[in-house]
T-cell receptor, first 114, second 111 residues
Framework: SQTIHQWPATLVQPVGSPLSLECTVE??????LYWYRQAAGRGLQLLFY??????ISSEVPQNLSASRPQDRQFILSSKKLLLSDSGFYLC?????????????FGEGSRLTVL | DAKTTQPTSMDCAEGRAANLPCNHS???????VYWYRQIHSQGPQYIIH???NNETNEMASLIITEDRKSSTLILPHATLRDTAVYYC????????????FGQGTILTVHP
């Protein structure tokens, strides 16, 4: 069976510090990978998605970047965090297909920037 | 992807059926209706999806009107653990799974 893990689950970072969130998927190959963010009291917003190694698409302009160094690894990064980067970050995967809508989400990483 | 409209909140008694409506009047012929739910502080969970036929799985049933402009998610016997935000999403074609989550419906199941 397929599983998705992301870490850390919770972190508190000062403004201006770097960020690295990691996500790995097991039990499948060539997945689509996604990073979503949910700010407090708001809906989920798609940040990045990837259809293959090294292929990253950004959905919104922001202070964050994403990388996919391996087929089943997706990393969310920032060089300098802003207060507005606080939120609940969710990694997700889907089977590689153009018309898929069935996403499998990780447990989430709650980031607080102070 | 077509826009969806859902009620902000709904209540349901435990053991009764919960019927969550969704309007998607601008849905295209190749777009599917997906339902997810998000329990507090967890990632969204896929529930069910359909194109034009009614669908049923171990979690819920999905009823899509004949003109496909609206749908209803049915939880046949709601439990307290079904309290969550329920999202109706329309997607398809070449979206590659890039989902647009709206505000959803907050379903509260009461004892």
């Amino acid at each position: 069976s397929q599983t998705i893990h992301q870490w850390p689950a919770t972190l508190v970072q000062p403004v201006g510090s770097p960020l690295s969130l990691e996500c790995t998927v097991e039990g499948t190959s060539n997945p689509n990978l996604y990073w979503y963010r949910q700010a407090a009291g708001r809906g989920l917003q798609l940040l990045f998605y990837s259809v293959g190694i090294g292929q990253i698409s950004s959905e919104v302009p922001q202070n964050l970047s994403a990388s996919r160094p391996q087929d089943r690894q997706f990393i969310l990064s920032s060089k300098k965090l802003l207060l507005s980067d606080s939120g609940f970050y969710l990694c997700a995967w889907a089977r590689l297909a153009a018309n898929t809508g069935e996403l499998f989400f990780g447990e989430g990483s709650r980031l607080t920037v102070l | 992807d077509a826009k969806t409209t859902q009620p902000t909140s709904m209540d349901c008694a435990e053991g009764r059926a919960a019927n969550l409506p969704c309007n998607h009047s601008t849905i295209s012929g190749n777009e599917y209706v997906y339902w997810y739910r998000q329990i507090h502080s967890q990632g969204p969970q896929y529930i069910i999806h359909g194109l034009k036929n009614n669908e049923t799985n171990e979690m819920a049933s999905l009823i899509i009107t004949e003109d496909r402009k609206s749908s209803t998610l049915i939880l046949p016997h709601a439990t307290l653990r079904d309290t969550a935000v329920y999202y109706c999403i329309v997607t398809g074609g070449t979206s590659y799974g890039k989902l647009t989550f709206g505000q959803g419906t907050i379903l509260t199941v009461h004892p």
